[in-house]
């Protein structure tokens, strides 16, 4: 199976920063997309980032010119760094990857357990 692992999360004052990386691992054929999503209390899930296999990013407009999205393809894995933060930022942070198991199977999102991120005034 796949797992996704996530890490990087915590709290922090407005205004810091934060990197946040998860790694998949398991079964894995190909990666086509790999994005980061977040969850504040009472909300939706929203996505806040993603990047394809090519390094083609999409941004939240609410992060856009704080937040840089990037992957190690080597390596499968992604990273949100964060800058400037706000406490509007506040939630909980989750990886997702559209993969495919083997060749011609086909894709299929997983997503990590989270990880919280806390942004104080």
């Known amino acids: 199976q796949v797992q996704l692992v996530e890490s990087g999360g915590g709290l922090v004052q407005a205004g810091g920063s934060l990197r946040l990386s998860c790694a998949a691992s398991?079964?894995?054929?190909?990666?086509?997309?790999m994005g980061w999503y977040r969850q504040a209390p009472g909300k939706q899930r929203e996505l806040v980032a993603d990047?394809?296999?090519?390094?083609?990013?999409n941004y939240a407009d609410s992060v856009k010119g704080r937040f840089t999205i990037s992957r190690d393809n080597a390596k499968n894995t992604v990273y949100l760094q964060m800058n400037s933060l706000k406490p509007e930022d506040t939630g909980v942070y989750y990886c997702?990857?559209?993969?495919?198991?083997?060749?011609?199977?086909?894709?299929?999102?997983?997503w990590g357990q989270g990880t919280q991120v806390t942004v104080s005034s």
């Open positions: 997702n990857a559209e993969l495919s198991n083997e060749l011609g199977s086909r894709p299929y999102p997983y």
């Open positions: 398991g079964r894995i054929f190909n990666i086509n997309i």
């Open positions: 990047i394809t296999s090519d390094n083609t990013t």
